[in-house]
């Protein structure tokens, strides 16, 4: 409570200052949010920083270091890709599983969620609440359970990849479901009707009319889900047993299990694990918030 | 099939252009008319979900809740040894075990520190965002949000290394430091990931980098919504932004801040993810939190699936217990409808 206090008085020392504007220069209010405004996005631009410098950096300047190399060595970036890394193998196990994860998700929520969005049937509200409780199942509580199914059905001995495909279908269902129903709940019926009387089939309707209306939920949906997966970490650890199937998020902490870590390629790596997360958020971003909180406030 | 609920099983439905139908294969069309005649269509679409979610979510569930009444371990695995119910043994075994308490203790105590922490942050800078122009605050709220998109890993690596005891930027800065803020060379080495205290010193720094863009990305959007005459006319008539936050635009976005508190508290009470890379896998067993502790319990040799899927269950119904209060206490107050 200390925190709230001591940072609610720095905010009510500007705004009582604004009172008094100066003219010619912006006022110290205006300068304070500015300040404030470049601080909250340096905090978040350094560690970057040090995450692309510490990529090119000469391994002999790892230790004995300035804040900036010397010397840039921008050969890390292409001998990284080396078998010696496995950077390549899971990148490639990264996109399968996320991709993979994605394509399934949207299988088998799109007609779930546009089902019970359009429709009142018996049973309706009792599947909502399913996908609604099934959100309090956090995957550390899980993993146990998943790991046990998964050895009993022998899914693990033929390819921890579709294993994984499989969890993160699972983890990313409900909250799509929950999402893509409300989203085309907010599309009017009226326009599927029209088109049904123009003579197009339901399917019709559906695929030229209220998919193409719903598209930004579902890409917004499905983004999502791709970069949850890709980012997905303690069923990968688990599941995954030989190091050609490490996904990014693997491989990037096996490198600090390694008696001398390998920074500089480890930041590759995590520069290459990062990078398709931002390009996709970046396509959703002003979405995102929308979205999550869609389902939860009325 | 039209599209009112009353007509949908009705067949065949007039606007159904029937010359399609007599097309397909007799078997398809059977089958057709018989889902239809017995209104099977929103089962047949639900099915796919409702499986999937049965076994990738509830069954693993129903499993831990069996398995935490079993001695289940190596032996019973391999099938060298019969499963046995044991009661509460499990828990029993839980409870008197120190390290249960010491990591519960973790768990708490960090989730006490993170989640206030990450909420008033958060709410400062949503409330900054919200004076910011458009194009500044649209940089400010991607930058922000990019960390919170960032995969846990990519975040955890990172802040292990600007800690690192020997090339870390933190021990770099603070041997720099004037002695008055205590800087110097007994940073040198400094190991932030030896013993706990330090240790999620840092983990709560990467928490808070990593999730409360979230909250203030949120916070904006509750701030958008606020018409702003109300803040307006508080301020006419003399209130200050202490009493304009605490007296209008808590009170109006407090459903808002109720769904943050408790998403929190979920994701803070089992954080895995960064303390397993920061504190370095399953070595330093004075480290563990919950999560940690429950997954050793499975995955560490010999595996006690038993004691490890008890205390999964006591970390879901902890979280249960919060959400159920959470939303109970919503519905009193008429949030949700």
Same mark, same amino acid.
Do not use: C
């Given at each position: 409570?200390?925190?709230?206090? @001591?940072?609610?008085?720095?905010?009510?020392?500007? @705004?009582?200052? @604004? &009172?008094?504007?100066?003219?010619g220069l912006p006022s110290l209010k205006t300068a304070v949010i500015a300040a404030a405004a470049y601080v909250v996005a340096v905090i978040f631009v350094l560690p970057y920083l040090e995450m692309l410098i510490t990529a090119v950096r000469p391994s002999r300047e790892l230790y004995d270091r300035d804040y900036l190399p010397h010397h840039f060595a921008w050969s890390n970036l292409t001998n990284m890709w080396g078998s010696a890394f496995g950077i390549l193998s899971s990148l490639r196990v990264s996109i399968e599983i996320a991709g993979g994860a994605t394509v399934l998700?949207?299988?088998?929520?799109?007609?779930?969620?546009?089902?019970?969005?359009?429709?009142?049937?018996?049973?309706?509200?009792?599947?909502?609440?399913?996908?609604?409780?099934?959100?309090?199942?956090?995957?550390?509580?899980?993993?146990?359970?998943?790991? &046990?199914?998964?050895l009993s059905f022998g899914l693990l001995n033929i390819n921890p990849v579709w294993s994984l495909i499989l969890v993160n279908a699972g983890f990313n269902l409900a909250f799509t479901v929950w999402i893509l129903n409300a989203y085309i709940g907010s599309i009017p019926v009226e326009l599927e009707e029209a088109a049904m009387v123009d003579g197009n089939s339901r399917l019709g309707a559906l695929f030229r009319v209220t998919l193409p209306l719903a598209m930004p939920g579902v890409v917004t949906a499905l983004i999502f889900t791709f970069i949850s997966a890709w980012?997905?970490?303690?069923?990968?650890?688990?599941?995954?047993?030989?190091?050609?199937?490490?996904?990014?998020?693997?491989?990037?902490?096996?490198?600090?299990?390694?008696?001398?870590?390998?920074?500089?390629?480890?930041?590759? @790596?995590?520069?290459?694990?990062?990078?398709?997360v931002f390009i996709l958020f970046a396509l959703i971003e002003g979405r995102v918030v929308g979205g999550l909180t869609a389902g939860s406030i009325k | 099939m039209l599209s009112t609920a009353k007509r949908a099983g009705a067949a065949p439905p007039p606007a159904t252009p029937n010359g399609q139908w007599?097309?397909?294969?007799?078997?398809?069309?059977?089958?057709?008319?018989?889902?239809?005649?017995?209104?099977?269509?929103?089962?047949?679409?639900?099915?796919?979900? !409702?499986?999937?979610?049965?076994?990738?979510?509830?069954?693993?569930?129903?499993?831990?809740?069996?398995?935490?009444?079993?001695?289940?371990?190596?032996?019973?695995?391999?099938?060298?040894?019969?499963?046995?119910?044991?009661?509460?043994g499990n828990f029993s075994t839980i409870l008197s075990d120190p390290e249960f308490w010491s990591s519960l203790k973790l768990s708490v105590a960090f989730s006490a520190i993170v989640v206030?922490?990450?909420?008033?942050?958060?709410?400062?800078?949503?409330?900054?965002? /919200?004076?910011?122009?458009?194009?500044?605050?649209?940089?400010?709220s991607t930058a922000a949000l990019l960390a919170w998109a960032t995969p846990a890993v990519s975040a955890s690596v990172l802040f292990v290394w600007v800690f690192d005891p020997d090339g870390g930027l933190v021990d770099w800065v603070l041997r720099?430091?004037?002695?008055?803020?205590?800087?110097?060379?007994?940073? /040198?080495?400094?190991?932030?990931?030896?013993? !706990?205290?330090?240790?999620?010193?840092?983990?709560?720094?990467?928490?808070?980098?990593?999730?409360?863009?979230?909250?203030?990305?949120?916070?904006?959007a509750g701030l958008k919504t606020m018409p702003p005459e109300l803040a307006e006319s508080a301020r006419v008539d003399g209130a200050g932004p202490w009493q304009i936050f605490w007296r209008i635009t808590y009170p109006v976005l407090k459903p808002i801040f109720m769904v943050l508190l408790l998403l929190s508290v979920i994701w803070d009470f089992g954080v895995f993810t960064q303390v397993y890379v920061v504190i370095g896998g399953l070595?330093?067993?004075?480290?563990? /939190?919950?999560?940690?502790?429950?997954?050793?319990?499975?995955?560490t040799m010999p595996p006690t699936y038993g004691l490890a899927s008890a205390l999964a269950l006591i970390l879901t119904v902890v979280l249960l217990i919060i959400t159920v209060g959470y939303v109970r206490a919503s519905v009193r107050q008429g949030a949700i409808d």
């Open positions: 409570m200390a925190v709230r206090t @001591a940072a609610a008085r720095n905010v009510a020392a500007p @705004a009582a200052a @604004a &009172k008094r504007p100066s003219r998700v949207l299988l088998v929520a799109l007609p779930a969620a546009y089902y019970t969005s359009r429709r009142r049937f018996r049973g309706r509200a009792a599947f909502l609440l399913l996908v609604l409780a099934t959100q309090i199942l956090q995957p550390t509580a899980l993993i146990v359970g998943i790991y &046990k199914e998964f980012n997905e970490f303690i069923a990968a650890l688990t599941l995954t047993t030989s190091t050609s199937d490490y996904p990014l998020t693997v491989r990037l902490d096996s490198f600090i299990g390694q008696y001398t870590v390998d920074w500089q390629h480890l930041f590759g @790596a995590s520069v290459v694990a990062t990078i398709p | 007599s097309q397909l294969p007799l078997p398809v069309r059977y089958l057709k008319n018989w889902v239809r005649r017995h209104r099977l269509a929103p089962y047949l679409l639900l099915l796919p979900s !409702a499986v999937a979610i049965g076994l990738l979510l509830v069954w693993p569930a129903i499993q831990l809740g069996i398995y935490s009444f079993q001695d289940y371990g190596l032996p019973q695995v391999t099938g060298a040894a019969g499963t046995q119910w044991t009661g509460f206030p922490l990450t909420l008033v942050v958060g709410t400062l800078v949503g409330l900054l965002l /919200n004076r910011l122009g458009r194009r500044m605050a649209a940089f400010v720099r430091l004037p002695g008055w803020l205590d800087g110097g060379a007994h940073w /040198n080495g400094f190991s932030w990931t030896n013993a !706990a205290l330090p240790a999620y010193t840092v983990i709560t720094l990467l928490v808070v980098w990593q999730s409360f863009p979230f909250i203030a990305v949120s916070v904006l070595g330093n067993r004075d480290e563990f /939190n919950l999560g940690i502790y429950a997954y050793d319990h499975a995955f």
